[in-house]
């Protein structure tokens, strides 16, 4: 089993910046991709940015140039920079662990319980 904590979530005004972690403990060598999702009041949960374990990343066109996953050099976290902050980028976040099995491939999701950003002036 995997479990993850996120934090850094909060308030800021528009054009700000946070930094989000997502502490993973348990079978974290399962672990193939971490993903950050994003869910703001009646919209459906959308991904925001992704990181394999190989280093390959991926983000919403929405938050291009603007967040940075990331993994830290010394321990099992996993950050999500986020810069030039909108009130659009509003949300609970959500870390998201996808750890691989077998050898057939097959996977299992792990969520935290999620971080409010608010971005708001």
């Not at 060598?29 to 374990?53: C, D, H």
């Not at 986020?82 to 976040?93: G, N």
């Not at 050898?103 to 608010?118: C, K, L, M, N, P």
Request: net charge positive; with cysteine; proline share 3%.
């Amino acid at each position: 089993q995997v479990r993850l904590r996120e934090s850094g979530g909060g308030q800021v005004q528009p054009g700000g910046s946070l930094r989000l972690s997502c502490a993973a403990s348990g079978r974290v060598f399962n672990i193939n991709t971490m993903n950050w999702y994003r869910q703001a009041p009646g919209k459906q949960r959308e991904l925001v940015a992704g990181i394999t374990s190989g280093g390959r990343t991926n983000y919403a066109p929405s938050v291009e140039d603007r967040f940075t996953i990331s993994r830290g050099s010394a321990d099992n976290t996993w950050y999500l920079q986020m810069d030039s902050l909108k009130p659009e980028d509003t949300a609970v976040y959500y870390c998201n662990a996808i750890s691989v099995l077998n050898i057939e491939g097959a996977t299992r999701d792990h969520w935290g319980q999620g971080t409010q950003v608010t971005v708001s002036s």
